[in-house]
């Protein structure tokens, strides 16, 4: 149950816009500015920027659990936002210019008395990212909630399913961009971040 309740909490000050910080990174003349960002919590949202240049914002190690990226980021693409839900350190480059020094990392914590939340995955989400078809594997055949919520705290799908293990979800007109998903058996609730990608 207390797990169960951190869950909640922190779910909630991701979900809680109001309460989040927006990180902005500028990209331009090949470097990341600011190229380092100690403190990032759970539930804000990191935004790199385009100015100048042909450049990629591609994550290069990130905590186990936690979704990479890889983005362009030029006059057709200027802006890159990324939403972390596992605490640890994230370090990413730009592709082009890396051996220039093109690189930056920021460091996840929890959020004001908010626990780090140890979950066991109910049921795996394959493949992530996901363009078309979210398969979901179940531990139990017991009936279970499945909702899909964008990072403004919108649940935009909600799924009943009963004595399956196994279940397919459309996602072919739900808008690119990051997720959370989040499943709900008996007691037990299960969340995890997912990218949808078309």
């Not at 169960?4 to 927006?22: E, G, N």
């Not at 804000?44 to 914002?57: E, K, R």
């Not at 996901?130 to 403004?152: C, G, I, K, Q, W």
Request: aromatic residues 10%; glycine residues 6%.
């Amino acid at each position: 149950m207390k797990t169960t309740l951190l869950l909640f909490a922190a779910l909630f000050f991701m979900s809680a816009r109001s309460f989040a910080t927006v990180h902005t990174i500028t990209v331009s003349n090949d470097v990341f500015t600011p190229n380092a960002i100690p403190n990032v919590h759970l539930g804000d949202t990191v935004t790199w920027t385009w100015l100048s240049g042909s450049h990629t914002t591609t994550s290069t190690s990130v905590p186990a659990g936690a979704v990479t990226w890889d983005h362009a980021m030029n006059s057709g693409s200027t802006t890159f936002t990324y939403v972390p839900a596992v605490v640890g350190t994230y370090s990413y480059e730009c592709t082009f210019h890396a051996s220039m020094g093109m690189t930056g990392t920021f460091n996840v914590i929890t959020g004001t008395n908010v626990s780090a939340v140890q979950t066991t995955v109910l049921a795996p989400v394959y493949p992530n990212p996901v363009s078309e078809t979210l398969h979901v594997m179940f531990n139990a055949t017991a009936p279970a909630n499945v909702t899909l919520t964008d990072m403004a705290g919108n649940q935009v799908i909600t799924e009943k399913f009963n004595g399956t293990s196994a279940a397919d979800i459309n996602l072919r007109n739900i808008a690119t961009g990051n997720y959370i998903v989040r499943i709900v058996q008996g007691t037990d609730v299960s969340s995890q971040q997912l990218v949808v990608r078309h």
